[in-house]
């Protein structure tokens, strides 16, 4: 089963937290086996007075977690904990019948240093795939941003093969940018937000991209290659387009196409979507570039109604996203 990164903003809440002379222990859920509650991963936040953000078991072990941190914490050293149902302790804790975990606990300024989490929470900030990896007997550290090509592509957090070093892939968040603020839009982007995805909408007609018809969401007015330039797009950025209007929709096409969007998608039946290909082959883009695009857009499971289409498509990005051919 593949494993997920779970990190959310616990490595920023840690730094405040450190930064403010709270202290500051990061648990992060390094192995499971068996009914684990949480995936690899999985982050904890705790500080000296035992405030704590996140989770690494969904609740079960918690409690005792928060405990130990404030020991690793006075101690100034990592800490390796295991919980599981052969072990008394775990079963005082609740942790569900079956389940095993390793979490490890590193004291923010010690185990580890102010100035990798610093370092850490620069690359998060600017949407850079970063690596970090600690020997958890060692206690050595290090980031990166080169060689871990595979671990990016799968958002894979794991030990390595000498079993020691814990690999913790931070990836920028998931993003949908959704060019044609239609009736399908609306629908969509909800649907995105829940599913995990930053939402921004663009659109320059105004009066499509009201905020009465987008209640809260990020609404880009400029043309979408020059909105695209702006945000820039990224292989953790999903682009659908659905204005069904070339002079809309070939511009941001052609943008994504010279980058590296991990799914593009175009509203249009298939004889529209031809004459896009048409268009596309003589502006000089080879097949292979042109066969990224998902047109026509989402799923055939028959969809009918904008938010049945809407469903289509959420379901075609999931599914380029969790199983890329």
């Keep these: 089963m593949r494993t997920e990164t779970v990190f959310e903003n616990m490595p920023e809440l840690a730094l405040d937290w450190h930064l403010a002379g709270k202290g500051a222990v990061l648990a992060t859920v390094v192995e499971t086996w068996g009914s684990a509650p949480r995936r690899i991963g999985g982050q904890l936040v ?31 050293t990592h800490k390796l904990l295991e919980y599981g ?60 941003i ?47 937000r829940i599913a995990g995805f930053d939402p921004v909408i663009i659109d320059p007609r105004a009066s499509f991209g009201s905020d ?9 007015e400029d043309w979408p290659d020059e909105a695209l330039e702006q945000l820039g797009v990224d292989a953790r950025t999903a682009l659908v387009l659905l204005t069904h209007d070339p002079k809309l929709d070939d511009p941001a096409l052609i943008y994504a196409l010279k980058s590296d969007p991990f799914y593009i998608g175009a509203l249009g039946s298939s004889r529209t979507h031809a004459k896009r290909v048409e268009r596309m082959k003589e502006l000089g883009f080879m097949d292979a570039d042109i066969d990224r695009i998902h047109g026509p857009i989402g799923l055939n499971i028959g969809a009918a109604t904008p938010s049945e289409i809407a469903v289509s498509i959420m379901a075609q990005v999931l599914q380029t996203l969790r199983r890329p051919s």
């Design 46 to 76: 705790i500080n000296k007075d035992g405030e704590m953000q996140g989770s690494v078991s969904g609740g079960c072990v918690e409690g005792a977690v928060v405990l130990e941190a404030i020991d690793a914490l006075e101690a100034g």
């Design 85 to 144: 149902v052969s072990d008394q302790d775990a079963f005082s804790v609740g942790l569900a019948c079956g389940g095993t975990i390793r979490i490890l606990l590193e004291p923010v300024g010690t185990a580890l240093s102010q100035d990798m989490l610093q370092r850490l929470v620069d690359h998060r900030a600017a949407r850079r795939s970063v690596a970090y990896w600690v020997n958890v007997n060692t206690a050595e550290r290090s980031l990166s």
């Design 146 to 192: 080169e060689g871990h090509a595979e671990r990016f592509r799968m958002d894979k957090s794991g030990f390595e093969a000498d079993g020691e070093t814990f690999v913790a892939i931070h990836n920028p968040p998931l993003r949908m940018v959704v060019v044609g603020a239609v009736h399908i839009a609306q629908a969509l982007v909800p649907m995105a």
């Design 212 to 220: 009465e018809r987008f209640p809260g969401e990020t609404i880009l």
